[in-house]
């Protein structure tokens, strides 16, 4: 398997290499952290690219209570190596 990232869209490559250098340190992402550290919206699809360069990347459900104090969910996304 061909382990570059590839992306269709201008500047869409450079964020999944920004990512993937966090994801080597810190391990572990959350959508949130990407817009507040990247600038990405679509933390969703950047993993999805990630994961077909043939980088192992879990999907943790988190559940947390907003400031509203409605209940909600979200995706932790967290490395695990190379496969």
């Known amino acids: 398997m061909n382990n570059e990232v ?16 966090y994801f080597k340190s810190k391990k572990s992402l959350t959508s949130m952290q990407a817009f507040e ?3 990405c ?5 950047r993993v999805h690219s990630l994961r ?3 980088y192992d990347i ?4 988190q559940e947390t ?3 509203y104090g409605e209940h909600t969910r979200y995706v932790k996304y ?3 190596g190379k496969k």
Request: no cysteine; proline share 0%.
């Open 6 to 21: 590839k992306e269709s869209k201008i500047g869409t490559r450079g964020q999944s290499q920004a990512i993937l250098k």
């Open 58 to 61: 879990a999907s943790v459900w």
């Open 52 to 54: 077909e360069a043939g």
């Open 78 to 80: 967290v490395y695990k």
């Open 65 to 67: 209570d907003t400031k």
């Open 41 to 45: 919206t679509r933390l969703a699809a």
């Open 37 to 39: 550290l990247f600038g």
